[in-house]
């Protein structure tokens, strides 16, 4: 492993199943790197223990990123541990995708580091082509309005870019799944197909893909699911 290099490393999204979804090879990577950039840290040091029951956390260095992490403060840090290996790693699975990660790669750039993403389950992509859809030309929307009428207009036109051959993909906090999913089912025409595929490559993996019309003829819940949506 060189130094000077940000590793982009993918973690399990929920049970530490690591035998299905995270290679041998990144698990091995994980002992070498010197500087953690991370969300929590508590959940990661409990995830590199998993990885490894001896793995010598105290003998590595952890920054805390979060929405209250200033663009200079993380320039900074980068800057200063430029010239080591440092491990990107978000809450669940591939970080950088809805998840402040991003900035940590697009600092490592402008620092010349070497940016590597690591092979880990990426549960847009794995909605994505479990759900049927269009997967040459799809969109990541992240998470839609909060305001409930907001929220429409957007799903509307989620819908009206979907039948145009958009594959349109945006998620929810587990708690407003159900909220979420009566809007689908009330403003988007009968004939619409929707996917939701919930808790990705968990053991309670359920991925579903039907009419708006079928959707409607069950109640569904989700509530408290890791959802990913896909018209």
């Known amino acids: 492993m060189s130094k000077g290099t940000l590793y982009l490393l993918p973690i399990t999204m929920g049970e530490y199943n690591m035998e299905n979804t995270i290679p041998r090879g990144v698990q091995e990577l994980m002992d070498s790197v010197d500087i953690f950039v991370v969300e929590n840290l508590k959940t990661t040091r409990r995830y590199l223990r998993k990885v490894n029951s001896t793995y010598p ?4 260095e952890f920054f805390n990123i979060d929405k209250r992490t ?6 900074q840090f980068i800057h200063q541990h430029k010239d080591k290996t440092i491990g990107v790693m978000s809450e669940a699975g591939c970080p950088g995708i809805a998840d402040p990660g991003a ?3 697009e600092i490592a750039h402008e620092l010349k580091l070497a940016v590597k993403p690591l092979v880990g389950p990426s549960s847009i992509l794995l909605a994505l082509i479990a759900s049927g859809k269009n997967g ?5 929307n992240g998470y839609l309005p909060k305001d409930r009428s ?4 957007t ?4 819908e009206r870019l979907s039948r145009s051959g958009n594959t349109q993909i945006f998620m929810e906090t587990p708690f407003r799944n159900n909220h979420m999913i009566e809007d689908i089912l009330t403003h988007c025409d009968n004939s619409m197909k929707l996917c939701i595929a919930a808790n990705i490559t968990l053991s309670n993996e359920k991925i579903c893909n039907k009419t ?5 003829k069950e109640s ?3 509530h408290k699911d890791y959802c990913i949506f896909v018209l």
Not at 70 to 75: D, N, V, W
Not at 150 to 153: N, V
Not at 155 to 158: E, S
Not at 212 to 216: P, S, V
Request: no cysteine.
């Open 103 to 105: 900035d940590v790669v």
């Open 220 to 222: 569904p819940d989700y």
């Open 70 to 75: 200033s663009r200079k403060e993380l320039s």
């Open 57 to 60: 956390i105290d003998d590595k």
């Open 155 to 158: 799903l509307k036109n989620l």
């Open 150 to 153: 907001d929220r429409i207009k």
């Open 136 to 140: 040459q030309n799809f969109t990541f």
């Open 212 to 216: 708006i019309n079928e959707w409607k």
